[in-house]
């Protein structure tokens, strides 16, 4: 069982910054890769962006891409998402996950409970 926690969340304006953490409880953290999806009111979860075991592959969604950086630090336990040049339309509930490399939810087996992102306009 791996056991994972978001944190930097928040609220912050057009155009602004924020970088999300999700700390996982195992040590075999680096055996996985992570994901980072999002789910906004009324819609479903989509992907954001992916990373391997080793940080050597990464992908996004056309929608964040350029803007939107994924890495992992397997020393810390902790995947990280650096989000520049926010829109109001990236509000949502970021959610990471930890399973198989993939684009979509099912092959990720393990979910945080995810942190809120708002982005006013």
């Known amino acids: 069982q791996v056991q994972l926690v978001e944190s930097g969340g928040g609220l912050v304006q057009a155009g602004g910054s924020l970088r999300l953490s999700c700390a996982a409880s195992?040590?075999?953290?680096?055996?996985?890769?992570m994901g980072w999806f999002r789910q906004a009111p009324g819609k479903e979860r989509e992907f954001v962006a992916a990373?391997?075991?080793?940080?050597?592959?990464?992908y996004y969604a056309g929608s964040v891409k350029g803007r939107f950086t994924i890495s992992r630090d397997n020393a810390k336990n902790t995947v990280y998402l650096r989000m520049n040049s926010l829109k109001p339309e990236d509000t949502a509930v970021y959610y990471c996950?930890?399973?198989?490399?993939?684009?979509?939810?099912?092959?990720?087996?393990?979910w945080g409970q995810g942190t809120q992102v708002t982005v006013s306009s």
């Open positions: 990373i391997n075991w080793s940080g050597g592959i990464t």
């Open positions: 996950a930890a399973g198989e490399l993939a684009t979509t939810t099912r092959p990720y087996d393990y």
């Open positions: 195992r040590h075999t953290f680096s055996s996985y890769a």
